[in-house]
């Protein structure tokens, strides 16, 4: 008899895997951005966060946060690792909640600020739905929304209750200023950065994040630069668009429009944000469990593309 063709169980190599303990304190740590905040979620104290993240650096032999930075930002190395560990432990999340759980249905509240809203979040909303048919969405854009929220997307703080997870985990939220391109054609030129100081400048706030960009680039003019005030972000980029001025986008919200040649950047003059956009759960895991696959979903496609 051939020894050699007898069967026998084939032993499966064993997973070479750092302490799972310390892989899901990382993964909160990345997600929330922010040791203090993974404290919270996990209930354990912010020292214990550190020490376990520490530990899991030791173990596999990178650096995974980069602790002179403020906030703490991850280095390449934990933003190739954090995607994989998010896509595990939430699917070991869906999976569990599914051994109790039909399809998704009943209604979920969803509050969002309205630039972002109108832009990219509607269509994402009725891509959702159309998965889910039984499911009923109620959307608010009233910052801050009315109590019974399920899913928030907040820019900036607000002073709601809930989990706090930062919505672009990849690359911070950047300003930078667009105009249309007819409006290059127009006097005066554009041949430095500081050429935009002599177009209207487009904004719906108080001039600041104009100023603050200004500031933060250099910029110099002989003279105040014009103002533009509109009620309305959107209006913002639609003026610009028409060739009016300039306006200050980001990557996000004005990726459609970026992405069509309907507004150019026209240097690398930039600056980070004042704020960023934030998701907000409920803090009660029942309805958090209720809004995790749309959470997750809103996410990863929101991100694509940005980094």
Request: negative net charge; charged residues 25%; hydrophobic residues 40%.
């Given at each position: 008899m051939d020894r050699s063709s007898t069967s026998r169980p084939r032993r499966e190599h064993a997973r070479r895997l750092p302490n799972l303990g310390a892989l899901a304190v990382f993964e909160a740590a990345a997600r929330l951005g922010g040791l203090a905040r993974a404290a919270d979620e996990l209930s354990v104290t912010t020292s214990a966060v550190s020490h376990q993240v520490r530990a899991l650096e030791e173990q596999i032999g990178?650096?995974?946060?980069?602790?002179?930075?403020?906030?703490?930002?991850l280095t390449a190395a934990g933003r190739l690792l954090l995607p994989a560990l998010r896509q595990a432990?939430?699917?070991?999340?869906?999976?569990l909640t599914a051994l109790g759980a039909g399809p998704m249905r009943g209604e979920l509240r969803v509050a969002c600020a309205p630039l972002l809203l109108s832009k990219r979040v509607l269509p994402l909303l009725a891509e959702y739905l159309d998965?889910?048919?039984?499911?009923?969405?109620?959307?608010?854009?009233?910052?801050?929304?009315?109590?019974?929220?399920?899913?928030?997307?907040?820019?900036?703080?607000v002073d709601v209750p809930g989990?706090?997870?930062?919505?672009?985990?990849?690359?911070?939220?950047?300003?930078?200023?667009v105009c249309s391109p007819r409006r290059l054609n127009l006097s005066p030129p554009i041949r430095t950065p500081s050429d935009i100081l002599g177009h209207p400048?487009?904004?719906?706030?108080?001039?600041?994040?104009?100023?603050?960009?200004?500031?933060?680039?250099?910029?110099?003019?002989?003279?105040?630069?014009?103002?533009?005030?509109?009620?309305?972000?959107?209006?913002?980029?639609?003026?610009?668009?028409?060739?009016c001025g300039f306006a200050i986008a980001d990557a996000m919200t004005a990726a459609d429009e970026l992405s069509s040649g309907e507004l150019v950047r026209v240097s690398d003059v930039e600056m980070e944000a004042p704020a960023q956009y934030m998701m907000i759960l409920p803090t009660d895991e029942p309805r958090r469990r209720r809004v995790r696959d749309l959470e997750r979903f809103l996410h990863e496609r929101l991100n694509t593309g940005l980094a």
């Open positions: 990178v650096t995974l946060f980069d602790r002179t930075s403020r906030p703490l930002q432990f939430d699917g070991i999340a869906d999976r998965q889910n048919r039984e499911l009923s969405i109620s959307i608010v854009s009233q910052m801050p929304p009315p109590e019974g929220i399920d899913l928030m997307i907040a820019f900036g703080e989990e706090r997870r930062p919505l672009m985990t990849d690359v911070p939220l950047r300003f930078f200023p400048l487009i904004h719906y706030d108080d001039g600041s994040d104009w100023r603050r960009l200004i500031a933060t680039a250099g910029l110099t003019s002989d003279a105040e630069p014009p103002f533009v005030k509109v009620p309305h972000p959107l209006l913002a980029f639609e003026l610009a668009a028409l060739g």
